[in-house]
């Protein structure tokens, strides 16, 4: 780290001090940097070179990208480095730009979660059409699957329960609800036939499931909240279920406009956008939401998949 004295002298400028504040949350590219700050490229690697230099900025190679980070203060270092951290959140709350800078900065981070999830989604297509010996979605699955913590898990709209019964081989409980008795019965005979005794089937409604408030760690609505009449009441239902601390994950339709899935599907609603989960969830009391796009099917009328989480 640099000394007082010099740190002091380079957070005198207001560039510097918005590298420094955006490198204390992020490791960051230069590129990135540019479209935060929205300034000159050569201006940025300037700056940053003068930060290298006086020991507050650290750099690493990262494929074809160099990534910039606050240098890291030794132990002897580390009363200095509070102090001057603290002085630079006092410069930057003066500089007008920051609140910008922070927003742009989620922006950044969201456009980077998007690229690597197009690069796993470029993947996943290689996956589904190459053949390899011994390797299937179903097999990684029920790997995942059965490497997660015994939860009491409410599979809600469950159908049949197909996807009931893979959560069942390593969850400490799974209800399955579902407001079709023939799909009751269907699915009750076969968590039997294949011995899934911590399996149970049970008739309800989305709206009103049978089941104990605050019983619930996972609730998760696969492909079912558009079949419901009031998907906030079904949201509120859910969250009633679960404990305290306990997640909601639900898989459906990203909003779109083929209207014969209403008479195909008997679906209620032309599936949801993300905005619309975000706040319906939001409604039912749920807390650190998160929303993504996960799969778009390659065939017309090319219906997309949405996963939206919370917790309770």
Do not use: C
């Amino acid at each position: 780290m640099a000394s007082i004295l010099k740190s002091l002298s380079l957070i005198a400028d207001p560039t510097r001090v918005r590298i420094l504040v955006l490198l204390r949350q992020e490791e960051l590219s230069v590129a990135e940097l540019q479209e935060i700050l929205t300034l000159p490229q050569s201006n940025i690697s300037a700056q940053l070179g003068k930060l290298k230099a006086a020991g507050l900025v650290q750099d690493r190679r990262s494929g074809k990208n160099r990534l910039y980070s606050l240098e890291e203060p030794t132990a002897k270092e580390r009363e200095a480095n509070e102090h001057f951290l603290a002085l630079l959140e006092a410069a930057a709350s003066e500089l007008r730009e920051s609140r910008s800078d922070t927003a742009a900065l989620r922006v950044v981070l969201r456009k980077r979660a998007q690229t690597a999830q197009a690069y796993f989604d470029a993947l996943a297509g290689k996956f589904g059409r190459h053949y390899i010996p011994g390797r299937s979605w179903k097999a990684l699955g029920e790997t995942l699957i059965k490497l997660l913590p015994p939860l009491i898990i409410a599979d809600l709209g469950a159908g049949e329960g197909t996807l009931s019964q893979l959560l069942a081989q390593g969850a400490a409980k799974v209800y399955a609800i579902d407001n079709s008795e023939k799909m009751v019965a269907y699915g009750a005979e076969l968590a039997q036939k294949h011995g899934f005794t911590n399996l149970e089937y049970r008739l309800g409604d989305l709206e009103n499931p049978p089941l104990d408030p605050g019983s619930i760690d996972l609730a998760i609505l696969s492909q079912a909240l558009h079949h419901a009449s009031h998907p906030l009441s079904a949201l509120k239902a859910a969250h009633a279920i679960l404990k305290p601390g306990g997640r909601i994950a639900i898989l459906d339709l990203l909003s779109h406009h083929f209207e014969k899935a209403r008479e195909l599907y008997a679906d209620v609603w032309l599936g949801f956008s993300e905005a619309e989960l975000t706040e319906m969830l939001q409604q039912a009391g749920f807390r650190e939401i998160e929303t993504n796009v996960v799969h778009r099917e390659a065939k017309s009328p090319h219906f997309q998949t949405v996963l939206a989480l919370g917790v309770k």
